[in-house]
Each structure stands twice: as C-alpha cells, then as structure tokens.
C-alpha cells in the first residue's frame, strides 16, 4: 500500500502527468487512475472512512484482549492452582509476550503484588549488572550511540571496572544498545550463531543471464530528526534494478518481508527464484523463512564477515547515499520516504 500512496503522491503532490508516471513504474495508466480514486478521496468521505477505521481498530483490539486471556489460560493453566510467587515468576517471564495487567488480570492476581515482587532485594549478581548498566549507558550515549560492546568495553576497562567482553555483551543486547558504526546496519551478530542461516549459494556469482533467477536484498538505516528510517530493498542481479523496497520506523523481519512481498506482486516470478541476504536476524527469521518457502523461493545468504558477498546491495547504497542523500538528515520519516520513493522509482529505475 505503501507503493501506491507514495505512486499518487507523484500526481497529486508534484503535479507530474499521469501518463509519465504510470510509463516509470512499469504499470497502466487506468491502474494509476484507479489508485488516484482511492487515496484522493474528499475529507467528509476520509472522515467517514476513518470513523469506520475506528470501529474496526475496536473490533480488533477486542478479539486481541479475548485471544490474548484465551493464550494465557491455556500456558499458564499449570500455575492458576499454585501459590502467588509461581504466577509471579510466570508473569515476569512472558511479560514481553503479553501486557503485564492482562496475565495478572487472567491468573487473578493484582499488579500491584506484582510489582511489589519485583522490588524485592536482588542478589549480588543483579545489583552488580545494574551497576554495569549504568557505567555502559553512559559510554554509550558518549559515543553518540556508535560504540559496540567491544569498545564499550575497552572504555571500562580503562576507568578501572573489571568485567568480562561478553557481560558487556550480553547486558547491552538486553538492553537494545547497538552500535551504528559506518552509517549502516552491521551485517551479522559476531557473538552467536543466526538462528537459522542458508548456504552461500550465490557465492559471488553476479552475473545471470535471465531476469527472476537471483535476487539480493539488503537493509540500511536513513537519518531523520524523528528517528532513524529503515529501508530494506530486493534486486534483480539481471537488471539491476530495484523490484522490492520497504520503509518503516523499525527493524523487523515484516520490513524484509513487506520488501519481498512487493517484489514478488510485481514481478510474479513462474520458476523457482534464488534470494541472497546476509545472516542478520530479519533474514534467519522463522518468518521470512516460511514466506520464502511459500512463495518458491530458496534462501541463499553470505558468510558471517563477509560483505563482498552481497556487493551488489551494498553498491546500491552506497550509491543512494552518494547521490541523494549525501549524509544529510531529513526533517521527517514521511520527507525520506518520499525522496527516497522518488530516487528509486523515478530515478534510478
């Protein structure tokens, strides 16, 4: 959907002809009407679409309360009849699985008993680990949000503090810190194994000889004074060209997949096709696993450290940071968004 607003946008925004639009996107100029009568709709029908919007958000927000109590009975059936401590501890640990009200709602405890639990006196271990927390936030936030644990830890090293690389590791990965070295996204997690990594398949063969045989996809972070903006894009190693692409606030494995989606709606390739990605988390994700497997397509992915491996998506971001961006920071994500749909869609295609 993102396409098709950002699509209409280029007609209604920037005055472009619908003909020279729909001829750069490689689609018909009645599908391009179509889009424009849809996303161009006046306020009074906006607001009655939105109204409609809002009953349905209800809707759904109500069958995820009922959905989520269903889940919770059904895991934490063991702990309904055991003492309060028990369900405690079983709310602490699915407590980033579902709201903390909802479990002690379901297995009829009071939050506030919760709580009071967790402020219980920590042991030695916890309170030295918080301690830490501080210490790395600190150097963290110092570095400007670049450091990885590795340097993080060089710097506590030097102010006296005792403590182990992979402690260092394990408490910044716990607390979301991520180093931003280079202006993009590190490809691979060197402390562990991805959770479910392909063969090199590809290994570096660049050259194809037919569209909708190899495709590579790749994610980069865009600066914005709202946050960073993430955009994850999928190639064709024939053409070149861009096929797939996704921009959300967060890095999730649905912005890969969203990216995958869009390539796989325009091109609807009829053999099986070969997807190359490094090991990051998004790519080795049961879930993008299973829409490849889904949609025919075989997983093939770099080995950890090696960033020639997937050359071609590099070199188009570099290329898209060379010639549009240029190391600046837009005002807003919707700015990016559209300058960057433009540079892809209108430009580089």
Not at 12 to 29: F, Y
Request: proline residues 3%; aromatic residues 10%.
């Amino acid at each position: 959907e993102e396409f098709k607003i950002e699509a209409v946008k280029q007609v209604t925004e920037k005055g472009k002809p619908v003909a020279e639009v729909a001829q750069r996107l490689g689609m018909s100029v009645h599908s391009l009407y179509a889009w424009i009568k849809v996303y161009s709709k006046p306020q009074e029908q906006r607001q009655q679409d939105n109204d409609q919007q809002a009953e349905l958000r209800k809707l759904r927000a109500e069958l995820k309360r009922v959905t989520e109590e269903r889940d919770i009975f059904k895991e934490g059936r063991r702990v309904l009849c055991q003492g309060v401590r028990l369900k405690y501890a079983f709310i602490n640990k699915h407590s980033t699985d579902y709201p903390v009200r909802r479990l002690c709602q379901t297995l009829k405890v009071h939050p506030s008993g919760y709580y009071a639990w967790l402020a219980e006196p920590q042991s030695a271990r916890a309170k030295e680990d918080q301690r830490l927390l501080g210490l790395i936030k600190q150097a963290w936030l110092e570095s400007g949000g670049v450091y990885g644990y590795r340097k993080i830890h060089d710097d506590l090293r030097e102010l006296g503090e005792i403590c182990g690389r992979n402690r260092v590791g394990r408490l910044m990965q716990a607390e979301g810190l991520r180093s931003q070295t280079g202006y993009r996204r590190r490809t691979g997690f060197y402390g562990g194994k991805p959770k479910a990594a392909s063969p090199n398949h590809l290994a570096r063969q660049f050259k194809v000889s037919e569209p909708n045989k190899v495709w590579v996809t790749d994610i980069t972070y865009i600066r914005t004074y709202e946050g960073w903006l993430y955009l994850a894009v999928v190639l064709d190693l024939f053409s070149r060209q861009v096929i797939g692409w996704s921009m959300k606030p967060r890095m999730s494995s649905d912005l890969a997949i969203d990216a995958m989606l869009m390539a796989v709606w325009r091109r609807k390739p009829q053999q099986q096709v070969m997807i190359h990605s490094d090991q990051g988390s998004q790519f080795s994700s049961s879930d993008w696993q299973s829409f490849l497997k889904a949609n025919n397509v075989i997983s093939s992915m770099s080995r950890r450290g090696n960033c020639h491996d997937n050359a071609v998506a590099e070199s188009f971001f570099q290329l898209l940071k060379r010639e549009r961006i240029r190391r600046k920071i837009y005002a807003t994500r919707d700015e990016a968004r559209s300058d960057i749909f433009d540079y892809i869609e209108m430009f580089y295609n």
